[in-house]
């Protein structure tokens, strides 16, 4: 009987889950860098080639990058002429809103491991601008235009204060609401 590609799907949704969970347990008891990708296969029962399927990296399962989906219709909402760091302040409450609680805490979870792994924290700068270039393609312009590179820069910024706050969360365990320490770390870059 062959395969519908429903089960497919929900069968590859359910192994990329069963790598995700078996890495993040594997990372939170022994560290990010005490863990190879050979002992996230073999704990996880897939092979270095399914692992690759699914993760281009052992980085990517902690660091995932957003997709320009993600915040097409998000900043959509927002006029093309308003400044870039006014779309992106309004905008960022939005996308934590989406936030269920359960992604809250898997993605303090993953911050915590990332704030408390140095290799992870300077890597994080560069999936930070990935993320930046994320933005700026879904950011709406005048029809045509490409992004402007100001604002790509402008993005940047705030990207990297982004960043910032959600390095400071995982550093205080998630005590402090993260939303609070967004408004301070794009205070403190607006200036008094």
Known sequence: ?????DWRAQRWAATHQRIYDTALALFQEHGFDAVNVGRIVRE???SVPTFYAHF???EHLIMQLPSTEDFTGLLAEFPADLPVATR?????PLWLAQWSPEFRQDALARWRIIASTPSLRTRAAQFERTAGHVVADAMPVEPGAPARSADTIVINAYMSVYTA????WADCNGERKLEELMDEAFEALDGP
């Open 1 to 5: 009987m062959a395969e519908t590609p």
């Open 165 to 168: 706050a959600l390095l400071e």
């Open 88 to 92: 992106f302040r309004q905008a960022l």
């Open 56 to 58: 281009p990296s052992k």
């Open 44 to 46: 996880a029962g897939v």
